[in-house]
């Protein structure tokens, strides 16, 4: 079973940047679809963005299209989340997913994968 960890969280300004790392236990990760999602205080876990298993494919949510970029290093078991232009809205606690059924054409959505990360939270301030 694939174990996720994430990192690099934090607090940063309006503007700025920050790059999450999800690093997976498992050595067939490269076998997974990754996603990243990102959950508000009292609102639902909504898709951010994903990744297909060869890092080929990515998919990126209307709210972070432009600002946000996806990568995965299958070598290092993990992939990123480059943030840049942040807005106060992004504030949220973050999560990568996997996903192995649907590798080739990820999800956009929970059901969709079957592993998570802890989360790490990220606070814009204005």
């Known amino acids: 079973q694939i174990q996720l960890v994430e990192s690099g969280g934090g607090l940063v300004q309006a503007g700025g940047s920050l790059k999450l790392s999800c690093a997976a236990s498992?050595?067939?990760?490269?076998?997974?679809?990754m996603g990243w999602f990102r959950q508000a205080p009292g609102k639902e876990r909504d898709f951010v963005g994903s990744?297909?298993?060869?890092?080929?494919?990515?998919s990126y949510a209307n709210s972070v299209k432009g600002r946000f970029t996806i990568s995965r290093d299958n070598a290092k078991n993990t992939i990123y989340l480059q943030m840049n232009s942040l807005k106060p809205e992004d504030t949220a606690v973050y999560y990568c997913?996997?996903?192995?059924?649907?590798?080739?054409?990820?999800?956009?959505?929970?059901?969709?994968?079957?592993?998570w990360g802890q989360g790490t939270q990220v606070t814009v301030s204005s």
């Open positions: 997913a996997a996903s192995q059924k649907f590798r080739m054409v990820p999800r956009t959505t929970t059901e969709g994968y079957d592993y």
């Open positions: 990744i297909n298993f060869s890092g080929s494919t990515t």
């Open positions: 498992e050595r067939t990760f490269s076998t997974y679809a």
